[in-house]
């Protein structure tokens, strides 16, 4: 991964259509994905060349450390899952791994999460804007696929290839300077862009070529047209060729050219001349087509998080762009929820989260299948992704930032633990505060769940009252009820919160989070629904023994 460079000077900027920082920069390593287009053009194979070139580039520079929270948030399977894009029924497959990289680097400087919020912002709400950057997108994909060798099209004539990638080149740039003019966020910059190579004789002499390519004749004929259908003559009436292009020239020039080259001892027909053109006008092109490498990165993250919105809306529900607020600020969180269920294709409810500061520890009680880990894995990518400039799974909310996420939801056994389950538990709290900076968020999963509740709790107060002296964002699960209840009535440590699992009537969860302690985890609720009651297991109890009798019987 390379180092994210200084920003460019200003005349640099005006060159780079980066769409995720307002002060443009290059964050692909320029020299070797110059070389590798350069092989690609003249070979016609080099696979991969833009993802690899992608997974490479340089991201934020970020407080977050991903190996803190990335696997326990899913944050692959919520790429792969949720930020998908669809253009006219097709699903182009993203660089999957770029998106993530991007999406799990919060930048330090805020000014460059609004950068991002202004582009979402505009592409939700310009339907113009929006089919301008799939266009642009599905013609960069075209230019890629041609550069890359991967559709082996026009494989036999190399000149032909080379041609059809100086007009996608020429159509991305037009693209760009065109239809991007009425943006108002950071789109404008493709426009701007695009605008300052096209004043350029570069970009004189693709347009010339290519139009010398496409008329290099005009040719009028009259064709006559028997009674049964069929052609009875044809004739040329009038021929004219170009004259408006620097590579025009007339046949009688063209041919005391050839004659004078011949006589001279050169051996060299149409065609390699042709090649020759078409070389020195992609050398002086060739650095536009490395940016586009990392625009088409760029709109995979803007219309990857466009696709997010429009599964949400498919569902009924709902993504916003939050307010960034102090960490002093109540949180306000309506309408959130788990966009991982919802890539599983799992029933979402929504839940609303309110708190009267960011900067408190929240305990979470209430039963089993209440919803309380999906509730954090909810806060978790929310944060993730507000920080990032993106939309929330939610309806709408205020998130203060954090300066990192220490995320514990999965505890795996493995065949080489040293430790039993209270051990690793200990350890698991060491390495919380071996990774966990002020002001971070802090996400636990049923903290000291693997001793007995006499030493757990003990524990449970001694990581609070630590806790409490980093001021992180912390929301964390328990089953100790009765110690949650006492931490309540006593208020010993003022910065805890409480949000229990709403009941309905009949004592099941709705789903929803309301403030408090939970009285029971309705372990009897959770026994029946698994079928764990007495009455259930010796009901399997007399099914094995009769299984077992009637074995018995068939071998006497």
Known sequence: MLPLPQAPSAAEDDRIPDLLHPVARSRVDVDALRLGIQLAFSSGVSGGLFHDALERAAVDSSTWDPAAFEADLFLASFVAGCFRVRIGGQEPVLCARHVARVLRSPPVDPSVAQHRRAILAELATDGALRAETEHLYTTLCKLRSLIEGATGAAKWDPARRQLEILALVKDVIDRMADGFRPARSGLARLSACARRVRADEPYRSLADLLRYDEQMGTVDVRVTV???????????????????????????????????????????????????????????????????????????????????????????????????????????????????????????????????????????????????????????????????????????????????????????????????????????????????????????????????????????????????????????????????????????????????????????????????????????????????????????????????????????
């Open 226 to 556: 028997g009674a049964d259908g069929r052609i009875r003559n044809f004739a040329i009436v009038a021929l004219a060729e170009p004259s408006d292009t620097v590579f025009a020239s007339s046949p009688v020039r063209r041919w005391l050219a050839k004659a004078e080259l011949f006589l001279r001892g050169y051996r060299f027909g149409d065609g390699e001349v042709m090649a020759r053109l078409i070389d020195a006008v992609f050398d002086g092109i060739e650095g536009e087509v490395v940016h586009f490498v990392q625009l088409l990165g760029d709109l995979e993250v803007y219309l990857g998080a466009l696709g997010f919105r429009d599964l949400a809306l498919a569902a009924g529900l709902a993504v916003s762009l939050p307010e960034i607020v102090p960490a002093g600020s109540p949180r306000a969180v309506r309408g959130l929820w788990n966009p991982l269920l919802l890539a599983h294709g799992v029933r979402v409810v929504p839940c609303d989260v309110i708190t009267d500061r960011h900067d408190t520890t929240v305990l979470v009680t209430g039963p089993n299948s209440g919803g309380k880990t999906r509730l954090l894995q909810s806060l978790g990518l929310t944060q993730l992704l507000a920080q990032g400039g993106f939309f929330i799974p939610a309806a709408s909310g205020s998130v203060a930032a954090a300066t990192g996420m220490v995320v514990s939801l999965i505890e795996e056994t493995r065949a080489d633990q040293a430790e039993g389950r209270l051990g690793t538990e200990l350890l698991r709290i060491r390495a919380l505060f071996e990774r966990l900076p002020p002001g971070a968020m802090v996400i636990l999963d049923e903290l000291c769940s693997g001793t007995n509740p006499s030493e757990g709790e003990e524990i449970f107060e001694l990581v609070l009252r630590m806790l409490s002296r980093l001021r992180p964002q912390a929301l964390i699960t328990t089953h100790f009820l009765a110690f949650a209840a006492q931490l309540e009535r006593e208020s010993a440590i003022g910065s805890l919160r409480f949000l229990q699992v709403e009941l309905s009537d009949d004592q099941r969860p709705t789903y929803q989070f309301v403030p408090g302690v939970a009285r029971t985890s309705l372990a009897g609720h959770a026994a029946a629904r698994l079928g764990v009651t007495g009455e259930q297991l010796m009901a399997l109890i007399d099914q094995n023994l009769a299984h077992a009798a009637a074995r018995d019987a068939v071998y006497c």
